[in-house]
DNA sequence: CTGATCGCTAAGCGCTTGCTTAGCTTCACG
DNA sequence: CGTGAAGCTAAGCAAGCGCTTAGCGATCAG
């Protein structure tokens, strides 16, 4: 699974200076929340002067939408490459989703805290946009909840309701996890096994 | 169960004043969050001046403690008396206890998102004395988990991981819920049975 | 050498924030 | 009838907010 090693990594967001900015927001937005985020806070983090901020990005909220958009992208990627159809079973393949969701949660609570608790900050023209991304996701999680009760290995009596509360259970892994508490990997492992003993026929 | 008729009600907060101004404020909080609410909107929805606010609360992190409190307080109470001695078996426990806090933070998801959501909001102090109620809270449920070991009708692998997933299913139900979303007691009897399932031998 | 562009800072603008002050009205009670 | 407490408002203070402006040095194409 190519969660496992995924590094979520910056290198993309050029020059050096905004992608300072950035990480820096994602760790004050992860840590304060957005709204108890200053500009001043997050300059400081990169290293510069208030003023230097609006060079890269015209706006706070544009910031958060950055981070937001870049934080679902990736976790829906991580979804699709653990859903690749050389996984067999809707068993295997549902093991293989949850394991993944909940490690990445894990490993990227800090940006994962933002993805999931920040949407209200939103605009509503940049939450719409990552609306259509987290409607992606769930899909990823109820396909194969319904592949598994269309071949008889799930039994699922509420299928929106029981996809709800897969996805809800990695979810909240961003609003407890800190380090200390274990190894993603095995977070991830403890929660396929899980998920699929609450569908399994 | 006693969560289904719980009105949650608040005549105890006298005088009246200061009850609309601590149900503004959970509106206000669960709506926009700690941060983003402002003392003039919170007096606002109480139908009074900025100033009368301090005439019942000596500040605004203050209202945040006493809402925060009093939905811990709730909540522990809900799942006491879920788990009263007259179910017999862990699994019957495990059920009513799942059904009932399920159930609370659906009915309550105003108050519950304050509670969950608004932590790091409190001062140190504050929520020292939250952190207390919100263990015995997930002892609540550790408790039933052990038992069900104990006598073998359940199968846990990770009792603490098991624990705060089970916790976790439920809390985020704050996170998403809203009415239209179906009827608080059909949520709890559904994920009564999921947690069920994730541990039955 | 010139002039434009880039990335940045110092200063600060207009506004909003949590909270305070001074003072008004209402009303129970000796 | 007089007094003081309770509950409120109008006004406003100091601090901090997001963001803008003016300008500086470095870089580099023509």
């Known amino acids: 699974m190519s969660a496992v090693t995924d590094p979520l990594v910056w290198e993309h967001v050029q020059p050096a200076a905004a992608r300072r ?27 510069m002067s208030p003023a230097a901020l609006y060079v890269h990005y015209p706006s706070k909220e544009r ?22 159809p050389d996984r067999e079973t809707p068993s295997e393949r549902l093991r293989s989703l949850v394991a993944a969701f909940t490690a990445w949660h894990a490993r990227h ?16 023209e940049h939450l ?28 699922v009596t509420d299928l929106p309701g029981t996809t ?6 990695s979810i909240d892994v961003a609003r407890w996890y800190t380090p200390h508490r274990g190894d993603p990997e095995a977070l991830g492992a403890l929660y396929a096994d899980l998920a699929h003993r609450m569908v399994q026929a």
């Not at 958060?64 to 990627?77: D, V």
């Not at 609570?109 to 509503?124: D, F, K, M, N």
């Not at 719409?128 to 039994?155: C, N, Y």
């Open 164 to 169: 709800l509360a897969v996805l809800s259970m």
């Open 109 to 124: 609570h800090t940006i994962a805290r933002v993805v999931q608790y920040e949407l209200a900050a939103l605009s509503p």
């Open 128 to 155: 719409a946009e990552v609306a259509t991304i987290r409607r992606a996701i769930s899909s990823q999680i109820e396909q194969v909840l319904a592949d598994g009760v269309a071949d008889g290995s799930f039994t």
């Open 21 to 47: 900015l950035l990480t820096g927001a994602i760790d004050a937005f992860a840590e304060r929340g957005y709204q108890a985020t200053t500009t001043r806070d997050i300059a400081a983090r990169a290293g």
């Open 63 to 84: 910031l958060l939408f950055e981070i937001s958009l870049y934080g679902h992208n990736a976790a829906l990627e991580v979804l699709r490459s653990a859903a690749s």
